[in-house]
């Protein structure tokens, strides 16, 4: 990846989360998302953006019908796996990605 992909990928990293409209905070597209997840073979801080983004939103949810027995890898994984399978429309959430994925694979009765 040339040196102008990653710094712009760094870039909207780090500015696109303290983005504000109206003083209150944006809701984090799907796309931006998939971007920062899409890199983290090659970016640790898209690694870790990517991560830490996903625990944020899974642990937002308000029904949560995950398995005990079920890690919050595996959770992760079910996650990336959902959400790398197409790049998703800007107008999406990241939390309706995240929320779907779980529901997908572990639905609420």
């Known amino acids: ?3 102008y992909k990653t710094g712009l990928i760094l870039t909207l990293l780090i500015v696109a989360p303290v ?3 109206d003083g209150a905070a944006t809701l984090m597209s799907a796309a931006f998302l998939y971007a920062a997840c899409e890199e983290t073979e090659t970016n640790e801080y ?6 830490g983004a996903i625990d944020a939103l899974y642990s937002s949810m308000g029904e949560w ?3 005990d027995a079920v890690t919050h890898g595996e959770v992760k994984k ?3 796996s959902v959400l790398l399978n197409e790049v998703p429309p ?6 309706e990605v995240v929320n779907n994925a779980i529901q997908q694979k572990w639905p609420c009765p």
């Open 78 to 80: 079910q996650v990336v």
């Open 46 to 51: 898209a690694r870790g953006f990517c991560d």
């Open 90 to 95: 800007a107008s999406r959430s990241a939390m």
């Open 19 to 21: 983005v504000q409209a």
């Open 1 to 3: 990846m040339n040196r």
């Open 65 to 67: 019908c995950v398995p």
